[in-house]
């Protein structure tokens, strides 16, 4: 790392389960660093087994920020990501110390780099049409209107297909042609880009042993809960993997057992969907993770 006065701040990305959170410890501890959470989740507080958020102790090991931020009857983005990622670490610089930015929601990093750009603000009469509105019903008018998002798009997660059908009726254009203008001539951040993952079999047995001790650590409990506080009227939190099965499961659609698999199969859905994201999004530094061996990182 950087010997000035204010080394560069460290990215760490890559698939759920590989292994980020742990390797960001041991580099705080390291290079005297606090970690940013880049985490759409674990924001909001109360969602905690099913995010896998950091636990009280490494909390108190090494400083961590932008968890617990938001309540379930509030809203996140990723322009207020950026707001409060860019004042933690600012904060952390101030006390001489180094930012390590660690998570696996590509967006939020995209737009902590380059900007958000001019991604128009949300219409609050068009988002509430199109959260009344069946997703195969939306899945068929992006479909149409930007085959280009479609075939990219996360057709499981309804918030990311409204957010791009809310621009694509706001502005007449297709959504992905106004990505590209948005980010187009930004300035990259200086600072050490690297990527984890692992093989593809050890991730998938680390994905298999998460969701079996996020269920036996209470997740049903915990969402059931949350229902209680609201989780069903936050859109956004709602999309969180395991909270969305469960409460499918609550409502007896599924048995309890069909579930537990259903989260390991979405889970390895998404981590491969983070992978491919990451390797044509990022410019990054690979490193693969192999059992508990330690990590040497580039410096």
Not at 43 to 53: E, F, H, M, Q
Not at 61 to 83: C, K, M, Q, W
Not at 98 to 123: H, M, N, Q, R, W
Not at 237 to 261: C, D, F, K, N
Request: hydrophobic fraction near 40%; aromatic fraction near 6%; charge should be positive.
């Amino acid at each position: 790392m950087e010997n000035n006065l204010e080394p560069l701040p460290v990215f760490l990305a890559g698939p759920t389960a590989a292994g980020k959170s742990a390797v960001a410890l041991e580099l705080a501890e390291r290079i005297s660093g606090e970690i940013i959470s880049v985490d759409s989740m674990q924001v909001y507080r109360g969602l905690d087994i099913g995010t896998a958020k950091p636990s009280p102790d490494d909390q108190k090991r090494v400083p961590h920020h932008l968890i617990d931020v938001a309540g379930l009857d509030e809203s996140f983005d990723a322009a207020r990501f950026v707001s409060l990622a860019n004042a933690a670490a600012a904060g952390i610089r101030s006390r001489g110390r180094v930012p390590i930015f660690c998570g696996g929601t590509g967006l939020y990093f995209k737009a902590f780099l380059e900007g958000l750009g001019g991604a128009p603000p949300s219409d609050p009469k068009i988002r509430a049409e199109l959260e009344l509105t069946p997703l195969e019903t939306l899945l068929t008018e992006l479909e149409q209107r930007d085959p280009a998002t479609f075939q990219k798009v996360d057709r499981q997660n309804s918030r990311r297909v409204i957010r791009a059908l809310e621009v694509i009726r706001i502005t007449g254009r297709p959504f992905s042609g106004q990505r590209a203008d948005w980010q187009a001539g930004r300035p990259a951040v200086p600072g050490h880009f690297i990527g984890l993952t692992r093989p593809a079999g050890e991730l998938s047995d680390r994905i298999r042993r998460r969701v079996d001790e996020m269920f036996a650590n209470g997740l049903v409990a915990e969402t059931g809960a949350l229902l209680q506080r609201g989780l069903a009227k936050n859109p956004t939190a709602l999309q969180a993997l395991g909270y969305r099965q469960i409460v499918e499961h609550l409502r007896g659609e599924r048995p309890l057992a069909e579930t537990i698999e259903l989260v390991k199969i979405r889970t390895r859905q998404y981590a491969k969907r983070q992978l491919t994201w990451f390797r044509r999004q990022m410019k990054l530094d690979w490193i693969t993770l192999e059992g508990e061996r330690p990590v040497t990182l580039p410096s």
